[in-house]
């Protein structure tokens, strides 16, 4: 059963406006959440992070909040530029877990139109 | 400082033959992470090497398996190849110790035919 959930496969968006990408977590013990973006044939790049004691962490133009109640996390890119067309991939890491651990969701393609 | 590298970029075997892909984290980093991205599954978690040794498993057959020299650049094997290994291989590196960030190189492709 998935652990982690991208449920929209895709998201297109107008330049400049906001992009807000969702994932949905089962297990409670995930204490640390990743974003990363990912371009065809190179590998995902680390976005942004946020430990589970937080509700919010801004980069820039990126933002991820964490409701840990609805176990949901959403990241928001405003305001959403053509290069940030890609897949965005959620990740999660377990509490008792080995660092390498991280579980991935199936990612969402954003499309970004001039 | 230099990214994750990872060698070969490409490559294609034939059913029943064995492969090694190799990975050379950042400079400093001594945890190595291998994922398998395959298009139904998503990324998927292979194994971790931190100082050479494994230190977590995911869920795949014996046929793969890894080590990590003392430099911590780190091979992984798959061997008895069988179709369903075609798939892109990555590798990602980490500081190891309370970092949870991993950066990753740009993967190998394995084509199995």
């Known amino acids: 059963d998935q652990q982690v959930k991208q449920n929209s496969p895709s998201l297109s968006v107008q330049e400049g406006r906001i992009s807000i990408l969702n994932c949905d977590y089962t297990?409670?013990?995930?204490?640390?959440f990743l974003w990363y973006k990912k371009y065809p044939a190179e590998g995902p790049t680390f976005l942004i992070s946020i430990s589970s004691i937080k509700d919010k962490n801004e980069d820039g133009r990126f933002t991820v909040f964490l409701n840990k109640s609805a176990k949901h996390l959403s990241l928001h890119i405003v305001p959403s530029q053509p290069g940030d067309s890609a897949v965005y991939f959620c990740a999660a890491s377990e509490v008792r877990g080995s660092q390498g651990n991280l579980i991935f969701g199936k990612g969402t393609k954003l499309s970004v139109k001039p | 400082k230099a990214g994750v590298t990872q060698t070969p970029r490409y490559l294609i075997k034939t059913r029943g033959q064995q492969v090694t892909l190799s990975c050379s984290p950042i400079?400093?980093?001594?945890?190595v992470s291998w994922y398998q991205q395959t298009p139904g599954q998503g990324l998927q978690f292979l194994f971790e090497?931190?100082?050479?040794?494994?230190?977590n498993k995911g869920n795949f057959p014996g046929r793969f398996s890894g080590r990590q020299f003392s430099n911590s650049r780190s091979e992984m094997n798959v061997s008895t190849l069988e179709l369903g290994d075609s798939a892109l291989y990555l590798c990602?590196?980490?500081?190891?110790?309370?970092?949870?960030?991993?950066?990753f190189g740009p993967g190998t492709r394995l084509t199995v035919l």
């Open positions: 297990n409670s013990m995930f204490d640390y």
């Open positions: 990602a590196s980490s500081l190891g110790s309370g970092t949870k960030e991993q950066f």
């Open positions: 400079s400093g980093h001594r945890s």
């Open positions: 090497y931190f100082s050479e040794t494994q230190r």
